[in-house]
């Protein structure tokens, strides 16, 4: 529920899509304070802004449309799709691509038989659009022809028991084994067929069928960590790991997070993988790694001394959520003041950038318990001009939360 301070900010909004998101956390106190004033009438009731919102969706343009048709999946998913369907016989082709990304909120199961009828509509952008929202639903008819084609071309070895029976057998592995052909049933179920990302034809079809596959699935069907399978691929095997790291996404699985990024970051220099591959998957597998493993992941880099690999740092720090830990913000402040020390006599320091990048996140996102220690005087020997102006915006930053906090602690 929204804090009492902020209720007459919220039942001030005039547009019906922000309305429509705020009325289920205005709580009992809202209402009672919506009640009071004719102009918040319409926090006592949704019905009204609800019916602006039909509306909209027969009368208005099509983004108009597309955003009242979020915004009522947001408050009921199944009148969104119910009013989805009345809507479609009288739209274009690229409109009904286009209204299929309002099912994103709220996308369940109850969507699932909806979308399959879309697979075959005849226009191929409402059969991709359709697909899309059924990669990520496991459970879906396409979900589960997706895991019957992982699982033929996924391929586990295990070693063979006994030091005889290894070395006629060899080393365990796991391999991705690409389609011989694309067929139209890949095309319905949404595979595009031109190779990308440096990846062939078929090495792609591959990567876009494993990534419909939540990666659980293969620990669980192997027995093995991800970290264990991971090690099995062979270095070069991009296609795999990039079916594997869109589907730990799609999925939500944050157990691979972290083993895929190490992953790439092993295997970033190899000559074969498209250019800056690697860093778009360290980047994107931060987004659903668990927190406790992002911020040990961003501790060891610090500890490291890792501020000379600019992007990876700034990263991980910038998706590390606020507040930080306090032991997260000490580590940061002392590499910091490590580094103010060494620029008291040296114009440039290697790794400048990354405190360029993160001066600004780092001063909202140390604790409260660290605000007085982050205070940061320089010597009058301090010779980076550019680094003073950081700084200073930095410290602006750091009194106005301290006063805030001690306003309201």
Request: with cysteine; hydrophobic share 45%; proline share 7%.
């Amino acid at each position: 529920m929204l804090p009492p301070a902020l209720l007459p900010l919220a039942l001030s909004v005039t547009e019906p899509e922000r309305r429509a998101l705020i009325t289920p956390i205005l709580g009992e106190r809202g209402r009672w304070l919506a009640a009071q004033d004719p102009a918040f009438a319409w926090g006592r009731s949704q019905d009204a802004d609800l019916e602006e919102l039909r509306r909209r969706l027969f009368e208005e343009a099509t983004d108009t449309r597309l955003h009242a048709l979020r915004a009522i999946r947001r408050h009921d998913a199944a009148m969104g799709l119910s009013l989805l369907k009345d809507l479609w016989a009288q739209e274009t082709a690229d409109h009904r691509a286009r209204l299929i990304a309002a099912l994103d909120e709220g996308l369940s199961m109850a969507d699932e038989p909806f979308l399959e009828l879309c697979l075959d509509d005849r226009a191929p952008q409402v059969g991709r659009a359709a697909a899309q929202r059924l990669h990520r639903m496991p459970h879906s008819r396409l979900g589960m022809r997706m895991r019957g084609r992982a699982e033929d071309l996924l391929r586990y070895k295990p070693a063979g028991q006994g030091r005889i029976a290894r070395l006629l057998s060899g080393a365990a592995s796991l391999l991705l084994v690409p389609p011989d052909e694309y067929s139209r049933m890949l095309s319905r179920d949404g595979v595009s067929e031109p190779g990308e990302l440096g990846l062939g034809p078929p090495a792609w079809w591959a990567a876009q069928i494993l990534a419909c596959v939540p990666p659980s699935r293969w620990t669980q069907r192997h027995n093995l960590s991800a970290e264990a399978l991971l090690n099995l691929l062979k270095p070069d095997d991009f296609a795999a790991a990039e079916g594997l790291s869109r589907a730990t996404l799609n999925h939500q699985e944050g157990a691979w997070a972290l083993p895929l990024w190490r992953w790439w970051r092993q295997h970033e220099h190899h000559p074969a993988l498209s250019r800056g591959r690697a860093a778009h998957w360290r980047e994107e597998l931060l987004r659903v790694m668990p927190p406790a493993e992002l911020e040990a992941l961003v501790i060891e880099l610090l500890q490291a001394h890792a501020a000379q690999d600019t992007n990876v740092l700034a990263a991980a720090l910038a998706a590390t959520p606020k507040p930080w830990s306090e032991r997260l913000g000490r580590l940061w402040l002392m590499a910091l003041k490590e580094s103010l020390a060494e620029l008291e006599t040296r114009r440039e320091l290697p790794g400048l950038l990354w405190w360029e990048l993160h001066l600004h996140d780092a001063a909202l996102g140390l604790p409260a318990s660290l605000l007085t220690e982050a205070e940061v005087r320089l010597s009058d020997r301090f010779v980076g001009r550019r680094w003073r102006l950081m700084l200073n915006q930095f410290q602006d930053t750091i009194r106005r939360r301290r006063a805030l906090h001690q306003e309201l602690p």
